[in-house]
């Protein structure tokens, strides 16, 4: 009895803003991915818009990141009610606006007499595991990486205990090394054999198991944990502070530089690893050296409101472009599409701040009021009138 309403540490209001304003710099990414680039567009644009996929990666070291920082010390000894605290945070932060979107969707779909087979995958969020790119992409084609944070967040209690048998900063840093050589490896050994040239929609694609598969994006997670761990235990020393005034702008304008790389587009190095280490550089920089000009930027109140609608923002791009009638610049690159094209992603921009606003943040609360075991949630008194009863 005493365990259950114990009252596990939650520690989610502990925010680095710039950390939250890069997120709607890597949902934009993904947004004009799916757009992709207007006719006549020079061609390091193409390549720069077109690979916004990598904004996929950059989210995926960044909750890493993000989750260490926030809840290692309660789960580095994990109890059941540590645990069950933490599944409910990301449950609540996650499931109500990725159900909204999905149940519009597939309302949407059965109005119009589509087919919504398959819709049951993606309700219980295990759609990223089918070999069929399809059926990955169904409905609404971003959500397949909510279907991988969810396994990452099945993850992180069993990850969290090995990973704080690393104390110390050089420790840390050949575990850093040693997974990002075994994501090199992998993409490596998908080079060798011919099938980083495989289709998207070959199941032996690199695509499929370098970008999309839940297991395989462990290595972008893990290299996320292990910078917090570097950040907590040497990112306050005045040599981090002065290494990350340099590495954060690199890592950034190495980002930006591999994107505009035609040779580097669709390549099995592009669906992880090229974009792994800088964006784990990056996230590092920025959380150690936060006084910097781009830190600053990222930290600024509007951009740090957007980043915190971002996770909206990523689920309702498609539906919203489709809706609006985006995406046309490939066809027509005049200047008056492309403010249309800017007018879109205004729009879309200010839906997802009123989604984040109006149902996000209510529902992430409601939920984890409802769901904690914390004394007087009504799931504790429903137990205590349970064991009173008998």
Same mark, same amino acid.
């Given at each position: ?7 596990? !540490? ?65 789960? +580095? ?35 119009? *007499? ?5 819709? @049951? ?20 084609? !971003?959500? @397949? ?8 967040? +099945? ?13 110390? !900063? ?18 490596? @050994? ?44 040497? *990112? ?14 690199? +890592? ?15 390549? +099995?190095?592009? @669906? ?28 600024? !109140? ?24 985006? *995406? ?47 004394? *007087? ?14």
């Amino acid at each position: 009895m005493n365990t259950l309403n114990a009252r596990a !540490p939650i520690h989610s209001d502990r925010r680095l803003p710039a950390l939250t304003g890069l997120r709607i710099f890597a949902a934009v990414f993904v947004y004009f991915n799916h757009l992709s680039a207007p006719a006549g567009a020079p061609g390091f644009i193409g390549s720069f818009l077109e690979s916004g996929y990598c904004g996929v990666t950059i989210f995926f070291v960044l909750s890493g990141f993000v989750l260490a920082f926030n809840y290692f010390d309660d789960l +580095a000894r994990p109890k059941a009610c540590s645990v069950y605290e933490f599944l409910v945070a990301r449950f609540a932060r996650v499931y109500p606006v990725y159900l909204l979107v999905l149940a519009f969707i597939v309302l949407n779909l059965q109005a119009n *007499g589509a087919s919504i087979d398959g819709w @049951w995958r993606n309700a219980l969020a295990i759609q990223a595991w089918d070999p069929n790119v399809t059926n990955a992409f169904s409905f609404d084609a !971003p959500a @397949w990486s909510v279907s991988v944070e969810f396994f990452l967040y +099945a993850c992180f209690p069993l990850l969290v205990p090995v990973i704080a048998r690393l104390r110390t !900063p050089p420790q840390i840093l050949v575990a850093a090394v040693f997974v990002a050589a075994l994501v090199a490896g992998l993409a490596a @050994w998908f080079v060798a054999t011919g099938r980083g040239d495989l289709s998207v929609f070959e199941a032996d694609s690199a695509h499929r198991w370098l970008y999309r598969t839940p297991l395989t994006r462990l290595g972008d997670f893990t290299l996320g944990i292990l910078a917090a761990r570097l950040f907590v235990t040497a *990112g306050r020393r005045p040599l981090a502070v002065r290494v990350c005034r340099w590495l954060t702008p690199l +890592a950034a304008l190495a980002i930006v530089a591999l994107m505009a790389w035609r040779q580097l587009f669709i390549t +099995a190095w592009s @669906w992880d690893i090229a974009y792994a280490i800088p964006a784990t550089c990056l996230i590092f920089g920025l959380a150690v050296a936060p006084r910097t000009p781009l830190p600053r930027l990222l930290a600024l !109140p509007a951009i740090v409101l957007l980043g915190e609608a971002s996770y909206a923002f990523y689920l309702i791009h498609e539906p919203m472009i489709a809706y609006l009638g985006g *995406g046309k610049w490939i066809e027509d690159g005049s200047l008056s599409r492309i403010i249309f094209e800017g007018m879109v992603l205004g729009a879309t921009l200010a839906f997802a701040v009123g989604l984040h606003i109006t149902v996000e943040m209510p529902a992430r609360k409601r939920l984890r009021t409802w769901l904690s075991l914390r004394s *007087g949630s009504p799931i504790t008194r429903l137990r205590e009138r349970r064991v009173t009863a008998t």
